[in-house]
């Protein structure tokens, strides 16, 4: 088995042994033995927008800013072009304030929250499907080899999930290349930090492919597609819906990414199909449960 040590080539890694995101704890195992665990740490973060403040996220507390400004991308509230002129973050409050040129309205949509499917509860505000209908993405076609090569990669990427568990990872990738990788307690967090990493750093989005540990629900469809990357991949499975907005907006939408195996359920005239399945290492199926 390959160590865990491939962190070449990425902007931003994981670094589990951060000793701000996790916390030591005492407890017994099943034969009543004294057992020490690495916890993941939770931590509220404020974000406010200009003078309003908009919502009270629990995040590992890692990136507090990109994870402020991809909120706000991704609800909508920061238009395309947004003069942002400033990104304060105080640690002792807790909270991060996204100032802009301009003024900002959005008060129709603080009045309507939908909370998500999401791992410790992500909350959308404002109708989920806004801007989804115009949403066509880039017909970018995706090699088979890469996305095997990715999957190899960040798996053997050192992260707190493997340290500590009961968090989330989302990597954001170009080609076979594992570029941005963020974890958090739900995956709407750790796709939002790639989304203010991608506006700070100006970053296109048309040849990217987001990677995430997670279910390939309607809201990860969703940011996803607002991002404007156009495949997105996962280990886990789908919901219906997020399948059939993928579909929607032609969005490559591939699941339960295992080994050699996994299921395309939307885009699949975009997969390059260049690599042999049987030349890949596979993982062991679960028992109970059915192939693919």
């Known amino acids: 088995m390959a160590q865990l040590d491939d962190t070449s080539g990425y902007l931003i890694a994981p670094d589990p042994t951060s000793t701000r995101l996790t916390r030591s704890v005492q407890g017994t195992d099943q ?77 129709d949509k603080l009045q309507k929250k939908t909370r998500t499917s999401g791992c410790a509860v992500g909350t959308v505000f404002g109708d989920m499907m806004e801007g989804v209908e115009n949403v066509r993405l880039p017909d970018t076609p995706v090699k088979t080899s890469d996305l095997y090569a990715l999957a190899a990669h960040i798996n053997r990427t050192p992260s707190l999930y ?21 974890e958090d307690v739900g995956r709407h967090n750790a796709v939002d930090k790639i989304a203010g990493w991608m506006l700070s750093e100006n970053v296109s989005a048309a040849d990217k492919t987001l990677y995430t540990t997670g279910r390939l629900t309607s809201e990860m469809v969703i940011k996803t597609a607002l991002m404007g990357i156009p495949t997105l991949a996962s280990r886990s499975g789908f919901t219906a819906w997020g399948v059939e907005i993928a579909n929607q907006v032609g969005l490559t939408l591939i699941g339960r990414m295992k080994g050699q195996r996994f299921v395309c359920l939307s885009g699949e005239h975009r997969l390059i199909r260049d690599a042999d399945p049987s030349q890949i290492a596979d993982e062991p199926r679960k028992s109970g449960r059915k192939a693919g």
């Open 31 to 107: 034969n009543g033995n004294p057992s020490e665990l690495h916890v993941v740490e939770e931590r509220p973060l404020t974000i406010f927008l200009n003078n309003r403040e908009i919502v009270t996220a629990m995040t590992i507390g890692d990136y507090p800013k990109y994870l402020a400004l991809g909120f706000l991308k991704n609800q909508g509230m920061l238009a395309n072009g947004e003069d942002v002129t400033g990104v304060d973050y105080d640690e002792e409050l807790e909270t991060v304030v996204v100032r802009t040129a301009s003024t900002t309205t959005f008060e």
């Open 162 to 182: 493997l340290t500590a568990g009961a968090i989330h990872g989302t990597v954001l990738c170009q080609g076979n290349r594992p570029l941005v990788y963020m």
